[in-house]
């Protein structure tokens, strides 16, 4: 059974992976790439490998424009990040049977998007207190400070939180992270103490 302080340590290992970072895609790209239908995040970014083949893979209709050029190397990779929300349609021009559509979506809804989690810290670096602005003024909100093995060192809870104070001066010098939780939703920030 993973313990308290073992999950904070994962947590702040695998965290910023996940939170800074989108998802590559990975499709093969040769003669039996017919109609290839892929379903992405905006964000997101599809990698195409050739596996056989002389051939180009080029945006025809959409909102987003691309072009890899040519290429009859097995293992050719091209790749392209969609950062438009809709469809793009593609072709190799040398082949029409090879052809596709990449669609875009938000990956969350303005509900979802209205009740993440953003807020601010400062002074960064900091001596002897934190200043903590966050957008949760209805929720109840624990706002906690780990040091780098992710252990607690701060923790502090309340309801309608806007702003709040953290004394530091006990913690010794270092980076530590600043983790705000509220309802499903959670954010993390870095701090430096001097």
Same mark, same amino acid.
């Given at each position: 059974?993973?313990?308290? +302080?073992?999950?904070?340590?994962? &947590? &702040? ?12 895609? &990975? +499709? ?25 083949? @002389? ?5 025809? #209709?959409?909102?987003? #424009?691309?072009? =890899?050029? @040519? ?25 029409? =049977?090879? +052809? ?21 810290? +400062? ?15 209805? /929720? ?12 607690? /060192?701060?923790? *502090? ?5 806007? &702003? ?17 939780? =509220? ?5 993390? /920030? *870095?701090?430096? *103490?001097?």
């Amino acid at each position: 059974m993973i313990n308290y +302080y073992t999950s904070r340590i994962i &947590f &702040f290992l695998i965290f910023p992976l996940l939170s800074f970072s989108q998802i590559t895609h &990975f +499709y093969d790209w040769g003669f039996s790439s017919t109609n290839q239908q892929i379903s992405i995040d905006v964000g997101d970014t599809v990698t195409w490998t050739w596996v056989g083949g @002389f051939h180009n893979l080029r945006s025809t #209709t959409g909102v987003e #424009t691309f072009d =890899s050029g @040519f290429s009859g190397s097995v293992g050719f990779q091209f790749s392209h990040t969609f950062n438009n929300v809709g469809s793009t349609d593609f072709t190799c021009d040398p082949h029409a =049977s090879m +052809y596709g559509t990449v669609t875009a979506t938000q990956s969350l809804s303005t509900a979802d998007q209205d009740s993440i989690i953003t807020f601010d810290v +400062y002074p960064n670096p900091a001596n002897s207190f934190v200043n903590i602005s966050c957008n949760s003024a209805t /929720k109840s909100t624990t706002v906690e400070i780990f040091d780098m093995l992710g252990r607690l /060192k701060i923790s *502090k809870s309340q309801e309608a939180f806007e &702003f709040t104070t953290l004394d530091v001066s006990n913690l010794s010098p270092g980076m530590y992270f600043v983790n705000i939780m =509220s309802g499903n939703h959670q954010q993390s /920030k *870095k701090i430096i *103490k001097l």
